[in-house]
């Protein structure tokens, strides 16, 4: 809060290079005694280029911060410090100011903003809308319950109580809005499940803006819409591609309609309320600026690929130094240089196991498999990947026909939260978080194999549909994957149904009406049986000569 706060109340005036400079202001503001030769050796984050120097070296912009305020402004922003000030100390208020700033996007900001833009900062404004947080998380686990069971909405929660990747006492206490992309994720796959398509890919699309990295999740809304389409092409006797993907793309053009609508619309409302440039055009530059250099608490595939057991952060930090771990990053950056094949064959490797596991699944489904790929492809701070505790629903269908899944990747949900706790013993931060990357890329890696093992363990000669069962049903008959077997089957239950049924309502003239009644049922339907063969052979004469037949009996 020490960050974002300020941030969002003061969003005009700071943007997203000023924070650190008009905290120093106001700090010599707030301590006469202290001037501006008591900060000069003061460390701290320099936000336009991420690199950490010595107050003295940005000064002239120190001075030059105030200029951007009114003097109301000035003076509650001076107010707003002065308590940050008290509450953490001199030093935690000044070591502060080596962190990364404040890195949420222009959406979030303004999402933020009814909270804090008209609030002081002092003890009741902070814990109050601390609330927040528990409260929409205790909603999306209600709204969990009520869509796919309480069974999965107690896992979720036990998931989110046992993964520590959060660091819940550093990342989570007093924290305000930090869950709220991971709500909005839940929300959308409830709303998906629910067949509230635009809504659905509107929330995941939200979550997006928010975050940046979670538009992985709308993107891979497109993932069992493209394989019901390979499905289509290398179906026999396929039908036109309008009637055979029909069921597919009325959920698929609706949910990515909704997500287009929002971005459109919250992009543009940020843009008006701050300026494109300030908000949305500093927001990629210090974002790109952020990815490319290595933090020492960031996890994923290309933290694992970085890592050198020789040049460790205990081996190399150098705490003369403005920055101590400058070696630690060059170090960094040239290992994962010269490993950049590995981290692209790994996307590969990752990306089409995820795109090969959405065949024939929901689209709930594929916005969770979307996660998966958050560590594969980005460098998200530890915290981030708190999200882990939502993958259960990859995992739930309409149908509950993924049991045996369900229970998989409950147990690998629950086998990384084990394996992340010995991975705290280990006192180099870097090396710990090393670890606790290995335990999600293996997680994610057992949970992907199996998916997408049991999607294409077979090829049925039918159409996969992306938001439920194949178009034309798979056949149980026989082994065969056809329609017909199944439809059959149905058919023969309903001429027995309807056979008992009307035996039972001639009983009381005799067991012999009741037999011909039954008889003649029956006859009924393998004649509807046959008719139903000679329309799938769509042949004329075959048709013609089953009719004759059925004339001649």
């Known amino acids: 809060m020490r960050v974002y706060f300020p941030l969002v109340k003061y969003f005009r005036e700071l943007r997203f290079d000023g924070l650190y400079l008009a905290s120093l202001a106001a700090y010599v503001d707030n301590n006469p005694n202290v001037g501006e030769s008591g900060i000069a050796h003061t460390r701290l984050r320099d936000l336009n280029n991420n690199e950490v120097k010595v107050a003295a070296e940005v000064m002239p912009d120190i001075r030059a911060v105030r200029d951007r305020f009114t003097p109301e402004r000035w003076e509650s922003f001076r107010k707003d410090m002065k308590y940050f000030q008290d509450l953490m100390g001199a030093g935690g208020y000044l070591g502060s100011l080596r962190d990364h700033g404040g890195n949420a996007t222009p959406v979030w900001i303004l999402s933020a903003t009814p909270f804090w833009a008209w609030s002081p900062a002092n003890e009741w404004t902070l814990s109050l809308t601390a609330l927040l947080d528990p409260l929409l998380l205790l909603a999306m ?190 170090y960094q ?108 890329l293996a997680g994610f890696f057992l949970i992907l194999v199996p998916m997408a093992y049991f999607a294409w363990r077979s090829w049925p000669n039918a159409l996969a549909v992306a938001d439920g069962p194949s178009l034309f049903e798979e056949s149980s008959d026989e082994g065969q994957g056809s329609s017909s077997g199944r439809k059959k089957t149905k058919r023969r239950k309903k001429a027995k149904d309807r056979a008992m049924g009307e035996a039972g309502s001639t009983k009381a003239k005799g067991a012999s009406e009741a037999e011909e009644a039954s008889e003649s049922v029956a006859s009924e339907a393998a004649a509807s049986e046959a008719e139903e063969a000679s329309r799938e052979t769509e042949t004329t004469e075959e048709v013609s000569e089953t009719k004759e037949g059925e004339k001649s009996d």
Not at 414 to 438: F, G, H, I
């Open 333 to 440: 950056l040239a290992a994962f240089d010269r490993r950049k094949p590995l981290f692209y064959g790994g996307i590969l490797l990752f990306t089409g196991l995820a795109v090969a596991a959405s065949r024939r699944r929901h689209y709930h489904q594929a916005a969770m498999m979307g996660l998966l790929m958050i560590p594969v492809f980005f460098y998200p701070a530890n915290y981030y990947c708190h999200y882990v505790f939502l993958l259960p629903l990859l995992a739930v269908d309409r149908k509950d026909t993924d049991s045996r899944l369900f229970g998989w990747v409950a147990l690998v949900l629950l086998a990384m939260s084990v394996a992340l706790y010995p991975t705290l013993q280990e006192r180099q931060v870097d090396v710990l978080y090393t670890l606790q990357s290995d335990v999600i």
């Open 141 to 330: 686990l209600v709204v969990v319950g009520r869509t796919f069971g309480w069974r999965v909405a107690f896992l979720l929660a036990i998931g989110f109580g046992t993964t520590d990747l959060s660091r819940f006492g550093t990342n989570l206490m007093g924290s305000t809005l930090r869950l709220d992309w991971m709500v909005a994720l839940g929300f959308g796959a409830c709303a998906l499940y629910k067949k509230r398509w635009m809504a659905g890919g509107a929330l995941l699309a939200y979550a997006g803006l928010i975050r940046g990295f979670p538009a992985f999740a709308t993107l891979f809304l497109a993932a069992p819409f493209a394989m019901a389409f390979v499905d289509w092409a290398r179906t026999k006797d396929r039908p036109a591609w309008r009637e055979g993907l029909r069921e597919a793309f009325p959920p698929f053009l609706r949910s990515a309609a909704g997500a287009i609508a929002c971005v459109l619309v919250l992009v543009a409302l940020s843009s008006a309320v701050f300026g494109y440039q300030a908000s949305w055009g500093n927001w990629f530059y210090k974002i790109s600026i952020h990815q490319d250099k290595p933090n020492v608490n960031h996890v994923g595939l290309r933290n694992i690929l970085s890592y050198e057991s020789d040049r460790t952060g205990k081996q190399v930090l150098r705490p003369e130094l403005p920055e101590p771990w400058t070696d630690w990053q060059k």
